[in-house]
């Protein structure tokens, strides 16, 4: 079964190989994720641009806005992530793997009934992702593109009680259109 459906996604992204005229494209992006400890799964909003080098090798840039709820809703942390991304096709155009690394600006907020003792920050740490996805073109110059990725990323939360099993690491699904520039 597994190599019927690599045989299907290699015909797939033949057929498409020449539909990559495209170098540059922007977008708009949404995403589903949820972080390993967070109250509930969340939703972020971004747009990303994508430089395709050649057929089996592109950059996207990425920037998002997100927060997420640990702790009962103890505290708040949002987040605004600037990502830069090296994108690998080995199905060129269709199937992409995706690795890269994230500047992210966080606030975190703590809740004052709860914790009155601490105050809300601000903090900028750096992770990493890998992922893949598929890039669909839906319209001579539009494509759609969807993808799952990992994001390694450890919050530094001031220590208040039950903090320290919190993690932050977390997984997106995120959609997009993709639309030509050049």
Excluded at 50 to 71: C, M, P, W
Aim: hydrophobic residues 40%; proline residues 5%; charged residues 15%.
């Amino acid at each position: 079964m597994c190599k019927k459906t690599l045989l299907i996604i290699g015909l797939i992204a033949l057929m498409f190989d020449n539909v990559n005229a495209q170098r540059m494209t922007i977008g708009p992006q949404l995403g589903y994720y949820k972080a390993q400890s967070t109250d509930n799964w969340a939703y972020m909003i971004g747009v990303t641009c994508r430089f395709k080098l050649d057929t089996r090798l592109g950059v996207e840039a990425s920037i998002n806005n997100h927060q997420e709820n640990y702790a009962d809703n103890t505290v708040t942390v949002r987040s605004w992530p600037v990502m830069v991304s090296c994108l690998i096709y080995p199905f060129p155009p269709v199937v992409y793997g995706v690795i890269g690394i994230g500047w992210y600006n966080l606030a975190y907020n703590y809740n004052q009934d709860k914790l009155p003792l601490l105050t809300d920050e601000t903090a900028q740490k750096i992770g990493w992702h890998f992922g893949g996805g598929l890039e669909l073109p839906i319209l001579p110059s539009v494509r759609l593109n969807g993808d799952i990725r990992y994001v390694f990323l450890n919050y530094d939360f001031q220590a208040f009680p039950g903090s320290a099993d919190l993690k932050s690491n977390f997984t997106v699904i995120t959609v997009g259109l993709l639309i030509n520039l050049l």
